[in-house]
Protein backbone atom coordinates (compact mmCIF):
# COMPACT_ATOMS: atom_id res chain seq x y z
CA UNK A 1 0.00 0.00 0.00
CA UNK A 2 3.09 2.13 -0.59
CA UNK A 3 1.64 4.28 -3.20
CA UNK A 4 -1.63 5.83 -0.57
CA UNK A 5 0.48 8.57 1.29
CA UNK A 6 -0.29 10.35 4.10
CA UNK A 7 -2.07 7.27 6.03
CA UNK A 8 1.33 7.17 8.39
CA UNK A 9 1.94 10.89 8.90
CA UNK A 10 -1.52 11.73 10.35
CA UNK A 11 -3.08 10.26 13.81
CA UNK A 12 -6.83 8.92 12.80
CA UNK A 13 -7.49 8.90 16.30
CA UNK A 14 -6.44 12.20 16.58
CA UNK A 15 -9.05 13.31 13.73
CA UNK A 16 -11.69 11.82 15.36
CA UNK A 17 -11.27 13.44 18.38
CA UNK A 18 -11.00 16.78 16.95
CA UNK A 19 -14.25 15.67 14.60
CA UNK A 20 -15.61 15.31 18.15
CA UNK A 21 -15.12 18.12 19.86
CA UNK A 22 -16.02 20.28 16.98
CA UNK A 23 -19.46 18.38 17.00
CA UNK A 24 -19.31 18.84 21.09
CA UNK A 25 -18.87 22.75 20.63
CA UNK A 26 -21.98 22.73 18.49
CA UNK A 27 -24.22 21.48 20.15
CA UNK A 28 -22.77 22.81 23.96
CA UNK A 29 -22.52 18.97 24.63
CA UNK A 30 -21.32 18.30 28.73
CA UNK A 31 -18.10 17.72 29.13
CA UNK A 32 -18.26 14.98 31.19
CA UNK A 33 -20.36 13.19 28.57
CA UNK A 34 -17.84 14.36 26.16
CA UNK A 35 -15.15 12.62 28.26
CA UNK A 36 -17.20 8.93 27.71
CA UNK A 37 -17.38 9.42 24.22
CA UNK A 38 -13.42 10.55 23.53
CA UNK A 39 -12.20 7.21 25.73
CA UNK A 40 -13.02 3.85 23.97
CA UNK A 41 -14.92 1.90 26.90
CA UNK A 42 -12.12 -1.38 26.29
CA UNK A 43 -8.93 -1.66 23.46
CA UNK A 44 -7.64 -5.23 23.89
CA UNK A 45 -4.15 -5.56 22.71
CA UNK A 46 -3.22 -9.13 21.85
CA UNK A 47 0.25 -10.91 20.85
CA UNK A 48 -0.77 -13.79 18.22
CA UNK A 49 2.23 -16.01 18.16
CA UNK A 50 1.91 -18.08 14.67
CA UNK A 51 3.87 -20.84 13.07
CA UNK A 52 4.73 -19.74 9.99
CA UNK A 53 5.37 -22.93 6.91
CA UNK A 54 8.64 -22.83 7.03
CA UNK A 55 8.25 -23.99 10.88
CA UNK A 56 9.88 -20.20 11.90
CA UNK A 57 7.34 -18.70 15.10
CA UNK A 58 6.03 -14.88 14.21
CA UNK A 59 4.57 -13.35 16.95
CA UNK A 60 1.92 -10.74 15.28
CA UNK A 61 -0.10 -8.02 16.88
CA UNK A 62 -3.65 -7.65 17.17
CA UNK A 63 -5.84 -4.87 18.56
CA UNK A 64 -9.94 -5.11 19.36
CA UNK A 65 -11.58 -1.46 20.20
CA UNK A 66 -14.52 -1.45 21.56
CA UNK A 67 -16.10 2.50 22.06
CA UNK A 68 -19.01 2.32 23.30
CA UNK A 69 -22.23 0.35 23.46
CA UNK A 70 -25.24 2.50 25.11
CA UNK A 71 -27.09 1.70 21.57
CA UNK A 72 -26.52 -1.77 21.23
CA UNK A 73 -23.18 -4.49 21.26
CA UNK A 74 -20.17 -3.35 19.86
CA UNK A 75 -19.84 -3.77 15.63
CA UNK A 76 -17.20 -3.55 13.87
CA UNK A 77 -14.66 -5.31 11.14
CA UNK A 78 -11.36 -6.44 11.36
CA UNK A 79 -8.73 -5.41 9.62
CA UNK A 80 -5.75 -6.73 8.10
CA UNK A 81 -2.74 -4.16 7.16
CA UNK A 82 0.77 -3.36 7.78
CA UNK A 83 0.10 -0.33 8.57
CA UNK A 84 -2.50 -1.09 10.95
CA UNK A 85 -2.02 0.75 15.03
CA UNK A 86 -3.79 0.67 18.07
CA UNK A 87 -4.76 4.45 17.37
CA UNK A 88 -6.32 3.50 13.69
CA UNK A 89 -8.39 0.77 15.64
CA UNK A 90 -9.22 3.21 18.45
CA UNK A 91 -10.83 5.64 15.47
CA UNK A 92 -12.43 3.22 13.62
CA UNK A 93 -14.42 1.99 16.41
CA UNK A 94 -15.53 5.43 17.30
CA UNK A 95 -16.37 5.80 13.65
CA UNK A 96 -18.38 2.65 13.89
CA UNK A 97 -20.11 4.09 16.65
CA UNK A 98 -21.33 7.22 14.66
CA UNK A 99 -22.01 5.12 11.65
CA UNK A 100 -24.65 2.65 13.66
CA UNK A 101 -25.94 5.42 15.12
CA UNK A 102 -26.93 7.47 11.99
CA UNK A 103 -27.95 4.12 10.24
CA UNK A 104 -29.87 4.09 13.38
CA UNK A 105 -29.38 0.09 14.10
CA UNK A 106 -29.25 -1.57 17.38
CA UNK A 107 -25.44 -1.82 17.65
CA UNK A 108 -22.13 0.38 19.46
CA UNK A 109 -19.03 0.82 17.86
CA UNK A 110 -15.96 -1.23 17.84
CA UNK A 111 -12.86 -2.44 15.98
CA UNK A 112 -10.15 -4.73 15.22
CA UNK A 113 -7.20 -4.87 13.17
CA UNK A 114 -4.00 -7.65 13.28
CA UNK A 115 -0.41 -5.86 12.12
CA UNK A 116 0.24 -8.34 8.80
CA UNK A 117 1.15 -8.14 5.56
CA UNK A 118 -2.03 -11.07 3.95
CA UNK A 119 -0.52 -10.62 0.60
CA UNK A 120 2.40 -12.14 1.80
CA UNK A 121 0.79 -15.02 3.78
CA UNK A 122 -0.34 -18.71 2.68
CA UNK A 123 -3.78 -19.32 3.71
CA UNK A 124 -2.61 -22.13 6.21
CA UNK A 125 -0.92 -19.02 7.87
CA UNK A 126 -3.55 -16.64 7.57
CA UNK A 127 -5.85 -19.37 8.77
CA UNK A 128 -3.32 -19.62 11.75
CA UNK A 129 -3.24 -16.33 12.67
CA UNK A 130 -7.25 -15.88 12.31
CA UNK A 131 -7.15 -18.74 14.27
CA UNK A 132 -5.25 -17.02 17.09
CA UNK A 133 -6.74 -13.94 17.21
CA UNK A 134 -10.40 -15.26 17.90
CA UNK A 135 -9.62 -17.27 20.81
CA UNK A 136 -7.11 -14.20 22.10
CA UNK A 137 -10.33 -12.04 21.54
CA UNK A 138 -13.12 -14.93 22.48
CA UNK A 139 -13.84 -13.99 26.04
CA UNK A 140 -14.23 -10.02 24.66
CA UNK A 141 -16.78 -10.54 21.86
CA UNK A 142 -19.96 -12.63 21.07
CA UNK A 143 -23.68 -12.32 18.94
CA UNK A 144 -24.81 -10.11 22.29
CA UNK A 145 -21.51 -8.42 23.20
CA UNK A 146 -19.40 -7.29 20.38
CA UNK A 147 -20.11 -8.66 17.03
CA UNK A 148 -17.61 -8.33 14.31
CA UNK A 149 -17.24 -8.39 10.27
CA UNK A 150 -14.49 -7.75 7.56
CA UNK A 151 -12.82 -4.89 6.56
CA UNK A 152 -9.77 -4.17 4.79
CA UNK A 153 -7.95 -7.43 3.63
CA UNK A 154 -10.64 -10.21 5.41
CA UNK A 155 -13.57 -11.29 4.20
CA UNK A 156 -15.61 -14.03 4.01
CA UNK A 157 -13.12 -16.54 4.66
CA UNK A 158 -11.58 -14.91 7.76
CA UNK A 159 -15.51 -14.89 9.06
CA UNK A 160 -15.57 -18.21 8.41
CA UNK A 161 -12.74 -19.13 10.63
CA UNK A 162 -13.74 -16.63 13.42
CA UNK A 163 -16.95 -18.18 13.68
CA UNK A 164 -15.68 -22.11 13.60
CA UNK A 165 -13.51 -20.85 16.25
CA UNK A 166 -15.52 -19.49 18.46
CA UNK A 167 -18.12 -21.72 18.24
CA UNK A 168 -15.96 -24.38 18.90
CA UNK A 169 -14.31 -22.85 21.90
CA UNK A 170 -18.23 -21.79 23.44
CA UNK A 171 -19.84 -24.33 24.01
CA UNK A 172 -19.21 -26.27 20.83
CA UNK A 173 -22.21 -25.46 18.91
CA UNK A 174 -22.97 -23.30 15.68
CA UNK A 175 -22.95 -19.31 16.30
CA UNK A 176 -23.68 -18.07 12.69
CA UNK A 177 -24.98 -15.02 15.34
CA UNK A 178 -21.37 -14.17 16.35
CA UNK A 179 -19.97 -12.52 13.33
CA UNK A 180 -21.23 -10.84 9.81
CA UNK A 181 -20.32 -10.80 6.23
CA UNK A 182 -19.78 -14.67 5.89
CA UNK A 183 -20.32 -16.83 3.53
CA UNK A 184 -23.40 -17.59 2.02
CA UNK A 185 -23.19 -21.34 2.90
CA UNK A 186 -22.47 -20.76 7.02
CA UNK A 187 -25.32 -17.63 7.06
CA UNK A 188 -24.19 -15.27 5.22
CA UNK A 189 -26.33 -12.92 3.90
CA UNK A 190 -27.43 -12.15 0.17
CA UNK A 191 -26.44 -8.66 -0.87
CA UNK A 192 -23.83 -8.07 2.33
CA UNK A 193 -20.22 -8.26 -0.09
CA UNK A 194 -22.58 -5.49 -2.50
CA UNK A 195 -23.63 -3.63 0.25
CA UNK A 196 -21.33 -1.40 1.06
CA UNK A 197 -20.79 0.00 -2.20
CA UNK A 198 -24.74 -0.47 -3.06
CA UNK A 199 -25.59 1.92 -0.15
CA UNK A 200 -23.35 4.77 -1.06
CA UNK A 201 -24.51 4.24 -4.46
CA UNK A 202 -28.14 5.42 -3.08
CA UNK A 203 -26.47 7.85 -0.87
CA UNK A 204 -24.97 9.38 -4.27
CA UNK A 205 -28.59 9.05 -6.14
CA UNK A 206 -30.04 11.24 -2.96
CA UNK A 207 -26.74 13.79 -3.22
CA UNK A 208 -27.73 14.54 -6.64
CA UNK A 209 -30.95 15.58 -6.69
CA UNK A 210 -29.98 17.91 -3.78
CA UNK A 211 -27.84 19.62 -6.20
CA UNK A 212 -29.84 18.44 -9.03
CA UNK A 213 -27.12 16.26 -10.48
CA UNK A 214 -27.93 14.64 -13.66
CA UNK A 215 -26.29 10.58 -12.59
CA UNK A 216 -26.29 10.00 -16.50
CA UNK A 217 -24.37 12.97 -17.63
CA UNK A 218 -21.71 12.59 -14.20
CA UNK A 219 -18.31 11.24 -14.55
CA UNK A 220 -16.83 9.00 -11.54
CA UNK A 221 -13.29 8.76 -10.16
CA UNK A 222 -12.49 5.98 -7.80
CA UNK A 223 -9.69 5.21 -5.68
CA UNK A 224 -9.19 1.91 -4.27
CA UNK A 225 -10.58 -1.30 -5.85
CA UNK A 226 -10.99 -3.06 -2.79
CA UNK A 227 -14.73 -4.96 -1.99
CA UNK A 228 -16.25 -1.21 -1.60
CA UNK A 229 -14.47 0.84 -4.46
CA UNK A 230 -15.49 -2.23 -6.86
CA UNK A 231 -19.51 -2.23 -6.32
CA UNK A 232 -19.57 1.57 -5.79
CA UNK A 233 -17.87 1.88 -9.36
CA UNK A 234 -20.21 -0.89 -10.74
CA UNK A 235 -23.05 0.29 -9.33
CA UNK A 236 -22.69 3.98 -10.10
CA UNK A 237 -22.24 2.77 -13.38
CA UNK A 238 -25.69 1.09 -13.42
CA UNK A 239 -26.92 4.31 -12.62
CA UNK A 240 -25.50 5.45 -15.84
CA UNK A 241 -22.20 7.29 -14.65
CA UNK A 242 -19.57 7.19 -16.58
CA UNK A 243 -16.16 6.19 -14.37
CA UNK A 244 -13.34 7.85 -16.06
CA UNK A 245 -10.36 6.40 -13.17
CA UNK A 246 -9.55 4.15 -10.98
CA UNK A 247 -6.38 3.27 -8.64
CA UNK A 248 -5.80 0.16 -6.31
CA UNK A 249 -2.85 0.31 -3.89
CA UNK A 250 -0.09 -0.21 -6.93
CA UNK A 251 -1.23 2.31 -9.29
CA UNK A 252 -4.12 3.98 -11.36
CA UNK A 253 -6.12 4.20 -14.85
CA UNK A 254 -8.01 7.36 -16.66
CA UNK A 255 -9.93 7.30 -19.81
CA UNK A 256 -12.02 9.96 -20.66
CA UNK A 257 -14.56 7.28 -22.97
CA UNK A 258 -15.28 5.18 -19.66
CA UNK A 259 -13.69 2.41 -18.07
CA UNK A 260 -15.66 -0.88 -18.16
CA UNK A 261 -16.24 -1.39 -14.32
CA UNK A 262 -17.21 -5.48 -15.17
CA UNK A 263 -13.98 -6.03 -17.39
CA UNK A 264 -11.78 -4.15 -15.20
CA UNK A 265 -12.96 -6.75 -12.13
CA UNK A 266 -12.33 -9.55 -14.28
CA UNK A 267 -9.39 -8.17 -14.97
CA UNK A 268 -8.29 -7.59 -11.25
CA UNK A 269 -9.78 -10.93 -9.96
CA UNK A 270 -7.34 -12.53 -12.31
CA UNK A 271 -4.04 -10.53 -12.10
CA UNK A 272 -4.38 -9.38 -8.47
CA UNK A 273 -4.52 -5.81 -9.55
CA UNK A 274 -6.16 -3.17 -12.11
CA UNK A 275 -2.15 -1.99 -13.24
CA UNK A 276 -2.00 -3.23 -17.11
CA UNK A 277 -5.28 -3.14 -18.20
CA UNK A 278 -6.03 -2.67 -21.67
CA UNK A 279 -8.10 0.51 -21.54
CA UNK A 280 -6.78 4.30 -20.00
CA UNK A 281 -3.67 5.68 -19.90
CA UNK A 282 -1.89 5.06 -16.22
CA UNK A 283 -1.92 7.68 -13.50
CA UNK A 284 -0.73 7.87 -9.82
CA UNK A 285 -2.94 7.49 -7.05
CA UNK A 286 -2.79 10.92 -6.40
CA UNK A 287 -4.15 12.04 -9.49
CA UNK A 288 -6.77 10.01 -9.38
CA UNK A 289 -8.45 12.43 -6.61
CA UNK A 290 -7.22 15.30 -8.58
CA UNK A 291 -9.21 14.00 -11.91
CA UNK A 292 -11.89 16.32 -13.55
CA UNK A 293 -15.22 14.41 -12.16
CA UNK A 294 -18.65 15.12 -10.83
CA UNK A 295 -18.44 12.32 -8.46
CA UNK A 296 -14.90 11.36 -6.47
CA UNK A 297 -15.01 8.08 -4.65
CA UNK A 298 -11.98 7.58 -2.17
CA UNK A 299 -12.15 4.07 -1.32
CA UNK A 300 -8.94 3.09 -0.12
CA UNK A 301 -7.42 4.07 3.49
CA UNK A 302 -7.16 7.46 5.80
CA UNK A 303 -5.96 10.73 4.66
CA UNK A 304 -5.98 10.76 1.49
CA UNK A 305 -7.63 14.28 1.03
CA UNK A 306 -5.73 16.51 3.07
CA UNK A 307 -5.09 20.87 3.32
CA UNK A 308 -2.07 19.61 0.61
CA UNK A 309 -4.92 18.46 -2.42
CA UNK A 310 -8.27 19.43 -0.92
CA UNK A 311 -8.00 22.94 -3.45
CA UNK A 312 -7.11 20.21 -6.13
CA UNK A 313 -10.28 18.30 -6.54
CA UNK A 314 -13.35 19.39 -9.23
CA UNK A 315 -16.26 16.58 -8.21
CA UNK A 316 -19.27 18.53 -6.91
CA UNK A 317 -19.64 14.88 -4.92
CA UNK A 318 -16.83 13.16 -2.79
CA UNK A 319 -18.64 10.08 -1.25
CA UNK A 320 -16.40 8.23 1.06
CA UNK A 321 -16.38 4.76 0.66
CA UNK A 322 -12.93 4.09 2.94
CA UNK A 323 -13.29 5.24 6.67
CA UNK A 324 -11.41 8.20 7.33
CA UNK A 325 -10.05 9.47 4.05
CA UNK A 326 -10.63 13.45 4.86
CA UNK A 327 -8.77 15.38 7.09
CA UNK A 328 -10.81 18.51 9.10
CA UNK A 329 -9.09 20.64 7.23
CA UNK A 330 -9.60 19.37 4.23
CA UNK A 331 -13.18 18.89 4.84
CA UNK A 332 -13.32 22.70 5.54
CA UNK A 333 -11.59 23.49 1.92
CA UNK A 334 -14.33 21.48 0.01
CA UNK A 335 -17.32 22.99 2.29
CA UNK A 336 -16.08 26.64 1.37
CA UNK A 337 -15.78 25.20 -2.70
CA UNK A 338 -19.37 23.96 -2.07
CA UNK A 339 -18.44 20.01 -2.76
CA UNK A 340 -21.02 17.85 -1.04
CA UNK A 341 -19.30 15.70 0.80
CA UNK A 342 -21.20 12.46 2.00
CA UNK A 343 -19.20 11.27 4.94
CA UNK A 344 -17.61 7.90 5.93
CA UNK A 345 -20.22 7.28 8.85
CA UNK A 346 -23.18 7.70 6.25
CA UNK A 347 -21.92 7.05 2.54
CA UNK A 348 -20.13 3.36 3.57
CA UNK A 349 -23.10 2.48 6.42
CA UNK A 350 -24.74 0.27 3.62
CA UNK A 351 -22.00 -2.45 5.42
CA UNK A 352 -23.07 -2.33 8.79
CA UNK A 353 -26.80 -1.99 7.80
CA UNK A 354 -26.73 -5.30 5.90
CA UNK A 355 -24.36 -6.63 8.24
CA UNK A 356 -27.51 -6.15 10.78
CA UNK A 357 -29.59 -7.70 8.45
CA UNK A 358 -27.61 -10.60 8.43
CA UNK A 359 -27.53 -10.75 12.30
CA UNK A 360 -31.32 -10.71 12.29
CA UNK A 361 -31.49 -13.68 9.81
CA UNK A 362 -28.82 -15.78 11.55
CA UNK A 363 -31.09 -15.47 15.03
CA UNK A 364 -34.28 -15.97 13.45
CA UNK A 365 -32.54 -18.68 11.27
CA UNK A 366 -33.92 -17.31 8.11
CA UNK A 367 -33.12 -16.36 4.62
CA UNK A 368 -34.12 -13.36 3.22
CA UNK A 369 -33.97 -12.71 -0.38
CA UNK A 370 -31.51 -10.15 -1.98
CA UNK A 371 -34.39 -7.71 -3.72
CA UNK A 372 -36.14 -8.00 0.55
CA UNK A 373 -32.29 -7.06 1.54
CA UNK A 374 -31.44 -4.59 -1.27
CA UNK A 375 -35.07 -2.55 -1.08
CA UNK A 376 -34.79 -2.58 2.91
CA UNK A 377 -31.12 -1.26 2.84
CA UNK A 378 -32.55 1.41 0.41
CA UNK A 379 -35.39 2.92 2.38
CA UNK A 380 -33.02 2.74 5.17
CA UNK A 381 -29.68 4.80 3.82
CA UNK A 382 -32.06 6.94 1.76
CA UNK A 383 -33.99 8.10 5.55
CA UNK A 384 -30.33 8.50 7.32
CA UNK A 385 -29.17 10.64 4.44
CA UNK A 386 -32.00 12.78 4.56
CA UNK A 387 -31.69 13.09 8.43
CA UNK A 388 -27.89 14.65 7.86
CA UNK A 389 -28.86 16.24 5.39
CA UNK A 390 -31.68 18.39 7.05
CA UNK A 391 -29.24 18.52 10.31
CA UNK A 392 -26.46 20.13 7.73
CA UNK A 393 -29.44 22.72 6.75
CA UNK A 394 -30.57 23.09 9.94
CA UNK A 395 -27.35 23.95 11.81
CA UNK A 396 -25.12 25.21 8.53
CA UNK A 397 -22.45 22.96 8.98
CA UNK A 398 -21.03 21.08 6.82
CA UNK A 399 -22.30 17.06 5.97
CA UNK A 400 -19.58 15.35 8.32
CA UNK A 401 -20.41 17.79 11.29
CA UNK A 402 -23.81 17.29 10.76
CA UNK A 403 -23.45 13.36 10.75
CA UNK A 404 -21.09 13.70 13.68
CA UNK A 405 -23.52 15.87 15.94
CA UNK A 406 -26.71 13.62 14.83
CA UNK A 407 -24.64 10.73 15.88
CA UNK A 408 -23.46 12.17 18.97
CA UNK A 409 -27.21 13.28 20.16
CA UNK A 410 -28.49 9.75 19.77
CA UNK A 411 -25.50 8.07 21.63
CA UNK A 412 -25.83 10.33 24.47
CA UNK A 413 -29.82 10.37 24.34
CA UNK A 414 -29.31 6.34 25.13
CA UNK A 415 -26.07 6.96 27.68
CA UNK A 416 -28.39 9.29 29.73
CA UNK A 417 -31.33 7.36 29.59
CA UNK A 418 -29.20 4.30 30.97
CA UNK A 419 -27.36 6.21 33.52
CA UNK A 420 -24.32 5.78 34.91
CA UNK A 421 -23.69 2.29 37.02
CA UNK A 422 -21.43 1.36 39.34
N1 LIG B 1 -15.88 -2.81 8.16
C1 LIG B 1 -17.12 -2.27 7.71
C2 LIG B 1 -17.22 -0.81 8.12
O1 LIG B 1 -16.24 -0.15 8.34
C3 LIG B 1 -18.32 -3.13 8.11
C4 LIG B 1 -18.58 -3.24 9.56
C5 LIG B 1 -19.68 -4.23 9.92
O2 LIG B 1 -20.38 -4.69 9.04
O3 LIG B 1 -19.79 -4.52 11.11
O4 LIG B 1 -18.28 -0.25 8.16
Not at 122 to 147: F, N, Q, V
Not at 196 to 223: C, H, N, P, Y
Request: hydrophobic fraction near 40%; proline fraction near 4%; charged fraction near 25%.
Amino acid sequence: MSDFKGALTINPFEVALEQLDEAAKLINLDNGLHQILAHPKRVLTVSLPVKLDNNEIRVFTGFRSQHNDARGPYKGGIRYHPQVTIDEVKALSMWMTWKCAIADIPFGGGKGGIVCDPKQMSDLELERMTRRYAYAISDIIGPYTDIPAPDVYTGGKEMAWIMDTYSALKGNYVQPELITGKPLAIGGSLGRTEATGRGLSFTVREAAKMLKLDIRTSTVAVQGFGNAGQFAAQLLEEQGAKVVAVSDSKGGLQSRNGIDIGALRKYKEKKGTIVGFSEGKSISNEEVLETDCTILVPAALENQITKKNAEKISAKIVAEAANGPTTPDADEILYKNKTLLIPDVLANGGGVTVSYFEWLQNLRREYWSESQVNDMLDKNITRAFSDVYSTHEKHQVNMRKASTLLAINRVVDAIKIRGLWP
